[in-house]
C-alpha cells in the first residue's frame, strides 16, 4: 500500500520543500525581529538553490533567546524543553493555529503506523505529567499528544513514578487478546514495562509500541535498538516497535522507524540534512555529522531548519521501507562541540 506521508522520493521532496522553506524564512524574518538580525548579520540572500543552502539555527537558540513570529497577546501556549535540575530549557511559543497545526501533522504520521482506529492505550507514564496543560515539559507534551491516538488510557507508574504492576495486568486482562497501543520514553519502556512484563511473564503480543528518547542509559546497560528489540520479541512477545526522533524544537515533526526497524523515515514535509561539524558542508551517504532537521510546520516561531546538537549518519537515499532518506541518530554531541554550534550566532543574536 502507497504511503500517503512517507510518500515522496528523495528529488521531489526537495522540490517541494524548497519553496515552502524559503516562504517561511521570509516569513519569519517579517516577523521575529531577532531572528532577522541574525540572518542579516551573516548575509543570508533571499534565495536559495537547494534545501541545503538554507540557513539553520542551533537549537541551543531557543534556550538563551525569546524567537517568535507571533505577537505577545497571540501566544497561546509555552512548550519547554526537558532538562536536568537548573539546566536552562528551551520555550517555544505557539499561538492558536500552531497549537493545531502540531498534532494533526503528528497525527498523520503516526497513524501511517497505528492505524486510523483508536485502541486503548498503555501509557508508561505517571498521570501526574499532564496536568499542567498550559506550560508543559516536552514529556508531558509527548504523553499528551500521543494520548490523542488512543483510548481507555491506563498509565504504568503510579504517582511516585513507580511501576504500578496490578494497573498493568488490569489493561492486559480487559485488553491485551486485541490490538491495543503502548507509548513511553524508551529508558521508562525498558524499566518500567519491560522488566516488569519479563519479571511476571506478561503477554504484549497483540501491542504496538511507540517510544522515544535518548538511548544512553540503555547503552550503558548494553542494550541498543536491536537488544531493545529483540528482547522484547523474544521475553513479550511484542514485535510491533516503531522508534521515533523528534524534539520540543520542531513538535509536530517526528521522523519515524521504517517497519523493518533498521532506520529512520522523514514525514513527506521534512528532511534531514548530515553536516560536517567542522566544515558544516552536506555529508555523504554513510558519513557521520550532525543532524540538521527542516520541516514546514513551525510558523509561530523560526524552527523550520535547526541544527540539533545530535550526531547521525545517512543511511540510503529511496531504498528502504519507504522512499526519501532513511538515517539513525549515533548520540548526542560533545558538550564543547555543541556549544561551538552556538557561538557561531551569539554575537549576532544579544
Not at 523528534?246 to 517526528?254: A, H, K, S
Not at 510546520?297 to 540510503?316: A, F, I, K, Q, W
Not at 562541540?337 to 557561531?344: I, V
Request: proline share 5%; glycine share 10%.
Amino acid at each position: 500500500m502507497t504511503s500517503t506521508v512517507f510518500g515522496l522520493d528523495q528529488a521531489a521532496r526537495e522540490a517541494a520543500l524548497l519553496p515552502a522553506l524559503t516562504e517561511l524564512t521570509d516569513h519569519h524574518r517579517a516577523h521575529c525581529e531577532p531572528y532577522d538580525r541574525i540572518l542579516s548579520s551573516l548575509g543570508t540572500p533571499r534565495t536559495f538553490d537547494s534545501v541545503a543552502d538554507l540557513p539553520w539555527l542551533p537549537v541551543r537558540m531557543f534556550k538563551h533567546h525569546v524567537l517568535k513570529s507571533v505577537p505577545d497577546e497571540d501566544v497561546f501556549k509555552v512548550l519547554t524543553s526537558s532538562g536536568t535540575t537548573g539546566a536552562e530549557v528551551s520555550r517555544i511559543y505557539l499561538d492558536r493555529e500552531a497549537a493545531g497545526d502540531q498534532p494533526r501533522y503528528l497525527g498523520r504520521t503516526l497513524q501511517e503506523v497505528l492505524g486510523d482506529k483508536r485502541l486503548p492505550m498503555l501509557m508508561v507514564d505517571t498521570v501526574g505529567i499532564i496536568k499542567n496543560r498550559r506550560s508543559f515539559s516536552a514529556r508531558g507534551a509527548g504523553v499528551l499528544g500521543m494520548a490523542n491516538f488512543g483510548r481507555k488510557h491506563v498509565y504504568a507508574l503510579d504517582e511516585d513514578d513507580r511501576p504500578d504492576v496490578e494497573a498493568i495486568k488490569g489493561f492486559l486482562a480487559e485488553h491485551g487478546s486485541q490490538p491495543f497501543l503502548i507509548f513511553g520514553f524508551t529508558f521508562m519502556v525498558w524499566q518500567y514495562l519491560y522488566e516488569v512484563a519479563r519479571e511476571h511473564r506478561l503477554d504484549l503480543s497483540n501491542g504496538t509500541l511507540i517510544h522515544s528518547g535518548g538511548w544512553k542509559k540503555l547503552i550503558d546497560r548494553a542494550v541498543d535498538n536491536a537488544e531493545f528489540r529483540r528482547a522484547f520479541a523474544a521475553d513479550t512477545g511484542l514485535t510491533r516497535i516503531h522508534n521515533y526522533y523528534g524534539m520540543v524544537e520542531q513538535l509536530g515533526t517526528v521522523f519515524v522507524e521504517g517497519p523493518s526497524g533498521n532506520s529512520l523515515y522523514c514525514p513527506d514535509f521534512a528532511d534531514v540534512i548530515i553536516r560536517d561539524p567542522e566544515t558544516w558542508a552536506e555529508q555523504p551517504v554513510g558519513k557521520p555529522g550532525v543532524i540538521e532537521v527542516v520541516s514546514t510546520v513551525p510558523r509561530s516561531y523560526p524552527g523550520h531548519v535547526l541544527l540539533t546538537e545530535d550526531l547521525g549518519v545517512v543511511n540510503g537515499i529511496d531504498d528502504g521501507d519507504w522512499p526519501g532518506k532513511r538515517f539513525s541518530v549515533l548520540g548526542r554531541l560533545p558538550r564543547a562541540e555543541a556549544r561551538g554550534c552556538s557561538d557561531t550566532f551569539s554575537g549576532a543574536a544579544a
